[in-house]
């Protein structure tokens, strides 16, 4: 029993990482997703261009490559981080690019005719998004934007192959020690919890949203 506590402390422990970088990745790409939607959409086409080119890099190579690049390429630059910030770039460039497009997406479903309507009553192309058309994007993008971030909670998993002590690298430095599989079980009960609480918390959102569509 004692031993079995233990091993839950450690992997506690050890899923603080695995929480920050979830907490941090989302607080940050979320918001970076939008303006790089707002950017592909906009009538800059130098700008637009690059953000599809950037979006195209990001979602067409797997995460996992960006950590390898982003941990040993930068250094060879010059440019050196602590493995949590390393991490933590690579994560929120690539869910920024996937967020991004299930944003655009949103935006292009919003009927063009209530964006002729507020500009024929006044309303600026700012105040025309931050009232019309985002309410409308935030409801529209709720299922995919659930998906992605229970992705993220399994995607933070890959941090391993950094040497970082997130939840599954306690749980197999234990096993390996230990010779025991029950920290991969409690490991998997952990990533459970944690996907539990956020579907739980997108039906909410989903349903309170669902209830301006009856």
Known sequence: MEKTL?????MLEGSTITLEIFCVTLALSLPLGLFAALGRLSRFRLLSRLLEIYIWIMRGTPLMLQLLFVYFALPMVGIMLPDIAAALL???????AYFA???????QAVPRGQFEAARVLGMSAPLTMRRIV???VLRI?????????????????????LAMNDLL??????????????????AGIF??????VLTYGFKKLEAHYGR???
């Open 90 to 96: 690579a994560f929120v460039l690539n869910y920024a």
């Open 134 to 136: 985002l309410p409308q």
């Open 212 to 214: 301006y569509d009856n």
């Open 169 to 186: 690298r306690v749980a197999r430095t234990i096993v390996q020690r230990e010779f025991d599989m029950t920290p991969f079980l409690i």
């Open 6 to 10: 233990d091993t839950v402390l450690l």
């Open 101 to 107: 497009e299930i944003f655009r997406s949103g935006i």
């Open 141 to 161: 993008t709720l299922p995919p934007v659930s998906n992605e971030t229970i992705n993220l909670v399994k995607d933070t998993s890959l941090v391993y192959i």
């Open 191 to 196: 990533y459970l919890a944690m996907t539990a």
